[in-house]
């Protein structure tokens, strides 16, 4: 069974662009959830989404939104790109259908650097 | 506040020899617990979790963990460290009834040779 594939997994961009990853789940995954990782800030959960629906939120401002397409499929996008968006942007999938077990399975990540 | 603690940054030990990475969770109820591995670049590897029943859980690579319910503690073992266990492990929660995981800063493993 293929893993969580993202897409791409290097980007450079300038401040003020705006920039979306793609995050495909392991097949039946119908829960996608995004996070952040920064050497000062660690892990930082950004947003889950299950059937196309946004089920929690990180602390994060506006300028970070996701969505998910009815193949599971998840897009985030970072709009008005600050320095302190460069990080390493992960994605992970899960059955999740009930709240409770919630094993994620991670994909490798998007290298984002702002300059 | 639900928070995940890993009191050690860095860690570094000899191959062969015993390895335990500490974590404290903070949660008013048990929450699902994880241990992850992160390789340099990679995205994060499942080693094993905890959702119920018997405390000391067994996982890949041969890595255990003991949840202490008394001590809100997951602390993850090893009786004999190879040199590719070098990583970042992080500890996570999963607060039952939600699906968002809270994850330590991690632990930087060196062994050395």
């Known amino acids: 069974k293929a893993g969580v594939t993202q897409t791409p997994r290097y980007l450079i961009k300038t401040r003020g662009q705006q920039v979306t990853l793609s995050c495909s789940p392991i097949?039946?995954?119908?829960?996608v959830s995004w996070y952040q990782q920064t050497p000062g800030q660690g892990l930082q959960f950004l947003f889950e989404y299950f059937s196309e629906t946004q089920r929690n939120k990180g602390n994060f401002p506006g300028r970070f939104s996701g969505r998910q397409f009815s193949n599971s499929r998840s897009e985030m996008n970072v709009s008005t790109l600050e320095l302190g968006d460069s990080a390493l942007y992960l994605c992970?999938?899960?059955?999740?259908?009930?709240?409770?077990?919630?094993?994620?399975?991670f994909g490798p990540g998007t290298r984002l650097t702002v300059l | 506040a639900q928070s995940v603690t890993q009191p050690d940054i860095h860690i570094t030990v000899s191959e062969g020899a015993s390895l335990e990475l500490r974590c404290n969770y903070s949660y008013g109820a048990t929450p699902y617990l994880f241990w992850y591995v992160q390789s340099p670049g990679q995205g994060l590897q499942l080693l094993l979790k905890y959702f119920s029943g018997d405390t000391l859980v067994q996982g890949i690579k041969g890595f255990e963990a003991e949840f202490k319910r008394s001590q809100s503690s997951f602390n993850l073992r090893k009786p004999s460290v190879h040199w590719s266990d070098a990583a970042e492990y992080f500890c996570a929660v999963a607060p039952s009834g939600t699906y968002k995981y809270i994850f330590g800063t991690g632990t930087r493993l060196k062994v050395l040779a």
């Open positions: 992970a999938s899960s059955l999740a259908v009930l709240a409770g077990i919630n094993e994620q399975f």
């Open positions: 097949s039946g995954h119908r829960s």
